[in-house]
């Protein structure tokens, strides 16, 4: 009997995964709370249910909805462990716009040991790797810190960059992207400029030069960090 799938949210996930399905041409049901009918009205008749909602919603929607009972419950929680559902998180920051359908295959999905992506998605021929109940917080905090802080640096330099010294977001992007190059082509070595050099006198001058702007503390924690490293 071919599994049939649910999904239950409507923010970016869920975008891609209804993407991603029907690519693979996957027939599928999505609810969201702004559709103005009960969970159950649509997704009653599904085997398969996503609970693609905030992480702090996932153990609550469970627990509303009885009809889920019975049911495969999967979510995309990389920090979560919750009762009668399995996590598969995508090891990928997802972008606002769509994939192409070999970008979604090459999506790395977190999984607990034990736990088979072809029982969970038949249709699924994704890599997969296994990370263990207690080892999720530690994992996700990883993750948040490898995808998400870099871009909160790239913004705020390329903003500044662009508002007081007119450089375009093209040639701050390339700049960026050559540091990340670097980082691909040898991770040991990728590091470059005054923190690398460990010299202390020019990130003196640039902390001051950032002056109250927050964003100093930041500079002179990692060049801390690497001092000590």
Same mark, same amino acid.
């Given at each position: +009997? ?6 239950? =949210? ?8 209804? !993407?991603? $399905?029907?690519?693979? &041409? ?7 709370? *702004?559709g ?41 929680? =990389? ?17 606002a716009?769509?994939?192409? *359908?070999?970008?979604?295959? !090459?999506?790395? $999905?977190?999984l ?19 990370v263990k &109940? ?21 913004? &705020?330099? +390329?903003?500044?960059?662009? %508002?007081? $010294? &007119?450089?375009?977001?093209? *040639?701050? /992007?390339?700049? $960026? /992207? ?5 980082? %691909? ?10 923190? !690398?050099?460990? #010299? ?5 001058? #640039? ?9 100093a ?6 060049? %801390? ?5």
């Open positions: +009997m071919r599994t049939s799938y649910g999904i239950a =949210g409507d923010g970016r996930a869920s975008t891609h995964l209804q !993407a991603y $399905f029907r690519l693979l &041409k996957i027939p599928y049901k999505v609810w969201s709370r *702004l103005g009918l009960a969970p159950a009205e649509v997704l009653a008749g599904c085997s398969t249910v996503f609970l693609l909602i905030k992480d702090g919603a996932i153990a609550p929607f469970i627990a509303a909805n009885p009809f889920l009972k019975g049911k495969t419950l999967i979510h995309f929680s =990389g920090a979560l462990s919750v009762g009668g559902a399995y996590a598969m998180h995508p090891f990928m920051p997802l972008a716009r769509p994939l192409t *359908l070999a970008q979604y295959r !090459a999506i790395p $999905f977190a607990e040991p034990g736990v088979s992506l072809k029982r969970l998605v038949p249709e699924f021929c994704n890599p997969v790797f296994r &109940k207690a080892d999720k917080a530690h994992y996700h905090a990883l993750c948040v810190l490898g995808a998400n802080l870099p871009v909160l640096l790239w913004r &705020k330099a +390329m903003g500044e960059l662009g %508002r007081k $010294f &007119k450089v375009p977001p093209a *040639l701050a /992007q390339r700049y $960026f /992207q050559a540091s990340l190059d670097n980082f %691909r082509a040898d991770p040991a070595r990728a590091l470059s400029g005054p923190i !690398a050099r460990r #010299d202390a006198a020019t990130i003196a001058a #640039d902390v001051e030069a950032l002056g109250a702007d927050p964003y503390e930041v500079y002179s924690l990692f060049a %801390r960090l690497y001092e000590n490293n």
